[in-house]
């Protein structure tokens, strides 16, 4: 599977530091409570996405809604094609 690189440089750098500053503050608490840890392995799990999000610079969601806006405009132009053919 290949991968197109849909976010750009900036973007990929503010995640990588928002993931890595998420990540270590929720490392933090779990080694403080480790009894504790449920709550804080969602942050680390989302964490870590970001920072392979920012490396691959490669985003799921923004690519689900690239396509879905594609798909969007595709279907209206469908739809004004045969709204015009149905006048004549």
Do not use: H
């Not at 991968?3 to 900036?10: C, L, T």
């Not at 973007?11 to 804080?40: D, E, H």
């Not at 490669?58 to 798909?71: R, S």
């Amino acid at each position: 599977m290949k991968f197109k690189q849909n976010i750009s440089i900036i973007n990929a750098l503010m995640r990588i530091t928002c993931g890595f500053t998420f990540l270590t503050w929720a490392m933090a608490k779990m080694v403080k409570k480790p009894w504790k840890n449920q709550s804080y392995i969602i942050v680390v799990m989302l964490s870590a996405m970001k920072i392979g999000e920012g490396i691959l610079r490669y985003c799921p969601v923004v690519d689900a809604m690239e396509n879905g806006q594609n798909l969007m405009k595709s279907e209206s132009k469908q739809e004004n094609e045969s709204n015009q053919s149905d006048s004549f």
